[in-house]
C-alpha cells in the first residue's frame, strides 16, 4: 500500500521500513537458527554508532520517568534555560531567575547556582560521598558511572541525581511562573522522598 500522508509520523516510519527488507531478502539475514533475532535486526538497522558517555544514566535508572526525561534535555542542552530563549529573541534577560546573579545556563541553573550547589553538597553529604561539585557533564559521566554497577547504593547515586535536576528544573518554573521557590532542605526532602519510593524496584 502507499503511505498516505496523513498517517501518523511513527507508522509512516514503520512501513518506510518496508524497502530496507525488500532489497534482496534481507529478512533471511536476520533468523539466528529458526528464529527472527530483533536484536541483531535493530543492531544492523541501527548501524555504527558510538554510544554516548552517559547512556546508563539513562538506560540504567530505576529513577521516575519524568525526572529520567528532565535529565535527558538537560544533558542535550535542549531545556528552555533562559540563555537559549534570549537566543532565539523570546526573552532580553538571561539573568537567573534565583540569584539574579549570571546567566541561566545548564551549567549555572543545576552546578553553579548557590540554590543549586546547596542542594547537591546536601545530597552528596546524604550519599556519604562528599567532595566539590565538578562541571555538569562531569557530574552527569560520574553519575552515569555510578549507573552501570549494580550495588544498590551505586543504584540509589544514579537516582538522586537525576532527581535532583528534575527538582531544580521544577523548582526554577515554580520561580519564573508563580514567583515561589521552597527552600534547599524541602527540596533535599522531596528528591529523598521520591528515590526512597521508588527504591523497591532496586
Ligand atoms: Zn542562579
Redesign the pocket.
Known amino acids: 500500500m502507499p503511505i498516505p500522508q496523513s498517517m501518523a509520523w511513527a507508522l509512516k516510519k514503520i512501513l518506510s521500513t518496508r524497502d530496507i527488507f525488500e532489497k534482496g531478502n534481507r529478512l533471511q539475514e536476520f533468523i539466528v537458527g529458526e528464529k527472527f533475532s530483533i536484536r541483531k535486526c535493530y543492531n544492523q538497522l541501527n548501524g555504527d554508532v558510538n554510544p554516548v558517555s552517559w547512556k546508563r544514566l539513562i538506560c540504567n535508572n530505576k529513577a521516575s520517568p519524568k525526572s529520567i526525561f528532565i535529565t535527558w534535555l538537560a544533558v542535550l542542552n535542549r531545556l528552555t534555560t533562559k540563555v537559549r530563549l534570549v537566543s532565539w529573541q523570546m526573552l532580553n534577560d538571561p539573568?537567573?531567575?534565583?540569584?539574579?546573579?549570571?546567566n541561566?545556563d545548564v551549567l549555572?541553573?543545576f552546578i553553579?547556582?548557590?540554590?543549586?550547589a546547596t542542594i547537591w553538597q546536601k545530597c552528596l553529604q546524604i550519599l556519604k560521598c562528599p567532595r566539590p561539585i565538578v562541571s555538569f557533564m562531569s557530574e552527569v559521566n560520574i553519575a552515569a558511572e555510578q549507573c552501570r554497577r549494580r550495588h544498590k547504593k551505586s543504584q540509589v547515586y544514579g537516582m538522586v541525581f537525576t532527581d535532583a535536576v528534575y527538582q531544580l528544573w521544577m523548582q526554577r518554573n515554580q520561580k519564573v511562573f508563580e514567583n515561589k521557590l521552597v527552600s534547599p532542605d524541602q527540596v533535599v526532602d522531596n528528591i529523598i522522598f521520591n528515590v526512597a519510593c521508588r527504591c523497591l524496584r532496586i
Open positions: 539573568s537567573c531567575p534565583i540569584c539574579q546573579q549570571e541561566e549555572h541553573l553553579k547556582c548557590n540554590y543549586s
